[in-house]
């Protein structure tokens, strides 16, 4: 996938810089804490510290990044969401899983209970050891066909995105896997890339420094159209193998609980519109990890980010791994 965009002159992200800070009814009085609530080295730990970077010039204020990982990420974020509301904890992750959290009965949060800042889609990756005797997409999902429920899958948990992922795949193929989990991305990874497991779909921001070192084979997208890594070459999508395939887009970012002064949020929402929309550095970090650069807030973010949650919450009451209708919480049937 290709990723094209237009860089905002210096000049003008200069000025708009200065006008921020000229006009923002919020100064954080002491350090923000943004609670990421999966391990170091992760697609979300990942992004949250270059945008943290981005913030922290901004709003002349350090940001601390304080991973707390557990039960698919809800641990943490119901940490910020009981954090008191005076706009200095916020939380970070994909949409999808903040969204889905009510349906999985691991939390009572819901995706309307938080103001969205995304700052890219990222993109999940069937990749495989090294070693593996898959050599393509079609291999591996011969081989689940011919070993049911034996081929170990390695992800972040229960409702990541690497989850997500196989969800998808197994109820495309019609094949089922054993499903291996570890505290966050990375340590799922490093798990394939050490043999513990033969094959993972993490995101490609996890997976593109192994793969560029040839330890992870990449076999396909979980997409319908194909993923260009620096240093690699093109990962061809799902849509090639299983005809059809789609997966909604998985959009990450910043999440701050409902409830906050207003001016946070204004003060927040000046940056979306402009440092972050212009930031270079998030910029890169996309082309880089194989992701998109999506910055959006407000509305436009919770209209962007409902397809996914949507698909997947419906994905799981289908599967019978829902404890809540997603129906019964604001998710209608796609």
Known sequence: MRFHYVTRPLAAAALFCAALSAQAQWQP???????????????????????????EKALNQKVVILNQPGASGSVGTK??????????TWTAGAAKDLGTYQVLGMSDTGIKDWHLYLNVAHIAVV???ADSP????????AAMKAKPGSIAVATAGVNSSGH????????????????????????AVVATVAGETPVTTQLAAEQTEMIRAKKIRPLAVVG??????????????LSQFIPGFKDPINYFGIFVPKGVPPEVIATLDKLWAGPIASSDALK????NRGA???????????AAVFPAIQSYAWVQQAAGKAKVSPDTVGIAKP
């Open 292 to 302: 998109l650069f999506a910055p959006s807030h407000g509305d436009a973010a919770q």
């Open 79 to 88: 940490n910020a969401a009981e954090a008191p509301r005076d706009g200095h």
């Open 127 to 129: 990749g495989v050891n």
């Open 164 to 187: 997500s992922a196989i969800e998808a795949i197994a109820r495309a193929a019609g094949v089922s896997y054993k499903h291996v989990t570890y505290d966050g991305g990375n340590p």
């Open 134 to 141: 898959y050599k393509t997409m079609p291999d591996l999902i």
């Open 284 to 287: 890169k970090y996309a082309q």
């Open 29 to 55: 009085a002491k350090p923000i804490t943004i609670i990421v609530p999966w391990a170091a080295g992760g697609s979300t730990d990942q992004v949250t510290r270059v945008t943290a970077a981005e913030i």
């Open 224 to 237: 319908d159209k194909p993923l260009e890594i620096e240093g690699y070459g093109t990962v061809p999508p």
